[in-house]
């Protein structure tokens, strides 16, 4: 069950997650898999809310359209927090962010982001001025950052330095277009770079970079890519003024109507924003968007080839969706597939039921609705609908748009995410009659978010009015499971006095870059011990209260990245072993608490005093592909049913790549140093002895055992059969109810367990 739970802070809390709060978000969301917001702390400046200064609301102040179609705008705002598909820093030669837009960017988006950089200079070197690379934007609400180099000026130079510079300013922006190019993008924002710090006079500078853009896209080739809106966007009112003025001189000639007159207009009524979703009315074809996922309206019988938009997705994406759909499990009003020749991650197909039957407008509303949650849950950030309703189902238009429209509002009105989610809403270009319909209900959304006694009003609506700042809190949604350890581990873990100790495996795969960041950290009084005992690695961080808790968090957001690269590191393994094309796509599914495959482990487990709370059916193609592999191999036909304890942060790694020895080391590691298993719930927690937790997570495995022996301690790898040492046992045990495999493949993942004490 879904839930949200909010975590106060005070007093030392509050400094803690001020030095450190996007390592802790990213701790959290890796650790327990919990959407996380943190309120009322400013990560930059130091500030809590109450005394930061009010955010830069984002204000479009110009635009125009260039003679290729490309639109190029000017705004006010923040790009810490902007939307867009990239944001551009004005970085130097060293990657170093530690000054101006660069410092803010990088605050903003989490360590992440200089250590990506770190990692850039380490294997390519200095960058030249001119020079433009992009990145992953981590904690920012963006895909990516572009950084870009721009000429660097001393004080108050002469008109000689800056004829000299300007060659060097426009290759900058030539740099950023191609990164966008290369990658796709449909929307960038470009700050003034080279100017401010950088000393560049400011109105040349606006001059440089509008002709730059102007110029790039003049004149495209017939085969270039062409993004969809070059955004103009500084913070400061100079700025933003040179930036107009150079695009009013340079461009206005190339757009008959001022974005006063039209574009903003145009604007209203066909974009909404309530809270942190941006709803858009665009026309086009559902099968050309690029969105992360797709809908489709389909038959109650999976034809892909009933009906219009079925069709037209069928034809683009080819017949393996319809292979997939037939054979997939539906829950509630949706099938997910993949995208296939698609340009998105997933489709979502719906099953929507014709107007005049029993409840047909709720089943439509759930329809929408669910796919959105869906959408969020799997961290996709946009999503494009079709009419849904108004071809064989009968909804008049202004029905399915009102029904829509009703749907996304009422999302937007419980979705609590710190990240942008866009939804566009698609409509043929020959369909006039279906967007006047849906237009007219944009207008009236527009002006039901505008009122006063909207809950999702715009937060600055009354902007010069004193208001009350939030209170210091993190805010966790997920299952009531997740969002309960999470606190629960907070709570013991800001509450540390002195000491923080951290025991996880993945220490082991610590590298030079990782030492270098704990060497980085003992610059503040903080001290750092490595142990490795009975098959258990921890660090300990001793030092003050608070410095010790900011260091502690900084390891654990080391160690989820250590994960994320181990886990794409053995993709690709898996991919190389197998031995044909399958799919690294896994699933997890709940299990109904009324079917007997529940029911059946429910009395099985609670004769070894545990309370079974939610039964999981992992699924994944390439990790059963690989298991049948080893069975033939070991010419092992037969498997036994296992059960291996697991701490919560690893579930979805079990399910994603199988078992290693890094997640469950057992309390005494006396059989030898490989991957564990217990016959029965009873054993394992024999086996799994520590932590006084509140929830217990199992792993349900199919092992291979095969041909075994009794283990002892410091095995690495199953003894000789006889004298010939490539000849081994296949597993060793512990007695009748423990085995010891030394491959990873020999078990495979069945069903993933949370259970509670009774």
């Known amino acids: 069950?879904?839930?949200?739970?909010?975590?106060?802070?005070?007093?030392?809390?509050?400094?803690?997650?001020?030095?450190c709060g996007p390592a802790v978000s990213d701790v959290l969301e890796s650790k327990f898999g919990c959407v996380v917001t943190i309120e009322g702390v400013d990560f930059e400046r130091g500030l809590t809310a109450q005394q930061r200064r009010p955010p830069v609301v984002p204000v479009k102040r110009f635009a125009a359209t260039l003679r290729s179609g490309v639109a190029v705008s000017v705004w006010k705002a923040d790009l810490t927090n902007f939307q867009a598909d990239a944001v551009v820093n004005a970085a130097n030669i060293d990657l170093q962010h530690c000054g101006g837009l660069a410092a803010a960017l990088s605050h903003a988006g989490g360590p992440r982001i200089q250590i990506e950089s770190n990692d850039y200079i380490k294997q390519n070197g200095h960058l030249q001025t001119g020079d433009a690379i992009i990145s992953d934007a981590w904690s920012l609400p963006c895909k990516k950052i572009i950084h870009a180099v721009g000429p660097q000026l001393p004080r108050n130079p002469n008109r000689y330095l800056v004829e000299q510079a300007e060659p060097l300013l426009k290759r900058a922006i030539r740099r950023i277009l191609a990164r966008v190019m290369d990658h796709r993008l449909k929307t960038v924002a470009i700050p003034a770079i080279s100017s401010g710090l950088f000393n560049f006079p400011l109105p040349q500078c606006a001059e440089i970079i509008v002709s730059a853009v102007k110029d790039f896209y003049d004149y495209p080739s017939s085969r270039a890519y062409l993004p969809e809106e070059i955004m103009l966007v500084n913070n400061d009112d100079p700025s933003v003024q040179e930036m107009e003025r150079a695009c009013r001189r340079i461009l206005v000639s190339q757009t008959p109507m001022m974005y006063s007159q039209a574009a903003a207009a145009k604007t209203l009524r066909h974009n909404v924003q309530i809270g942190n979703v941006r709803l858009t009315l665009k026309r086009?074809?559902?099968?050309?968007?690029q969105t992360d996922v797709i809908v489709n309206t389909a038959s109650a019988d999976r034809d892909l080839s009933v009906g219009q938009i079925s069709k037209a997705l069928l034809s683009k994406a080819g017949s393996q969706m319809q292979q997939e759909i037939k054979s997939s499990h539906q829950k509630g009003n949706i099938i997910t597939t993949k995208g296939y020749s698609l340009q998105c991650k997933d489709v979502y197909h719906t099953f929507c039921t014709e107007k005049g039957q029993v409840a047909a407008h709720q089943v439509l509303f759930n329809s929408v609705l669910e796919c959105l949650w869906n959408a969020a849950a799997s961290q996709h950030k946009s999503i494009a609908f079709p009419a849904i309703g108004t071809g064989v189902l009968n909804f008049s238009k202004s029905e399915a748009a009102q029904i829509m429209s009703n749907a996304v509002a009422d999302f937007a009105l419980e979705w609590k995410a710190p990240t942008m989610m866009e939804v566009h809403f698609v409509i043929l270009h020959s369909d006039n009659d279906t967007f006047k319909a849906f237009e007219e209900q944009m207008r009236t959304l527009q002006k039901t978010v505008s009122h006063p006694s909207f809950t999702h009003a715009p937060e600055h609506r009354d902007e010069f009015r004193e208001s009350k700042p939030p209170t210091p809190q993190i805010s966790l949604s997920g299952s009531d499971e997740t969002t309960r350890e999470a606190e629960r581990w907070l709570s013991g873990f800001l509450k540390s006095s002195g000491t923080v100790t951290i025991r996880n495996n993945f220490i082991l795969h610590f590298g030079k870059q990782e030492y270098l960041q704990l060497s980085r950290l003992t610059q503040n009084n903080i001290f750092f011990e490595e142990s490795f005992k009975k098959g258990q690695a921890e660090i300990t961080v001793n030092g003050i209260h608070e410095d010790v808790v900011v260091a502690g968090f900084q390891v654990e957001a080391m160690l989820c990245n250590i994960q994320r690269e181990f886990v794409k590191e053995e993709e690709q393994d898996m991919l190389l072993m197998s031995t044909k094309n399958v799919s690294l796509k896994r699933k997890t599914t709940e299990v109904d608490d009324t079917s007997r495959t529940f029911s059946d482990r429910v009395s099985e487990f609670k004769k070894d005093g545990l309370r079974m709370k939610k039964l999981e059916r992992v699924e994944n193609p390439a990790l059963e592909t690989l298991f049948n592999l080893k069975k033939n191999q070991l010419q092992c036909h037969t498997s036994r049913k296992m059960f291996q304890r697991i701490p919560a942060q690893f579930c979805g790694m079990v399910s994603h790549i199988g078992f290693r020895t890094e997640y469950a080391p057992p309390a005494d590691p006396e059989y030898g140093?490989?991957?564990?298993?217990?016959?029965?719930?009873?054993?394992?927690?024999?086996?799994?002895?520590?932590?006084?937790?509140?929830?217990?997570?199992?792993?349900?495995?199919?092992?291979?055992?095969?041909?075994?022996?009794?283990?002892?301690?410091?095995?690495i790898l199953p003894p000789a059969v006889g004298k010939d040492p490539l000849i081994m046992y296949d597993s060793v045990s512990g007695g009748s109810d423990v085995s010891v495999i030394f491959s990873s493949y020999q078990a495979l993942p069945k069903y993933i367990i949370t259970c509670k004490v009774v």
Request: charged letters at 25%; proline letters at 4%; hydrophobic letters at 35%.
């Open 1 to 19: 069950m879904a839930s949200q739970l909010d975590f106060p802070l005070d007093g030392s809390a509050v400094n803690i997650v001020r030095k």
């Open 284 to 289: 086009g074809r559902i099968e050309e968007q």
């Open 673 to 715: 140093e490989g991957i564990y298993f217990a016959g029965t719930m009873r054993n394992a927690l024999k086996v799994w002895k520590d932590q006084n937790e509140e929830y217990l997570y199992f792993v349900e495995a199919e092992v291979l055992t095969g041909n075994s022996t009794p283990g002892k301690p410091g095995l």
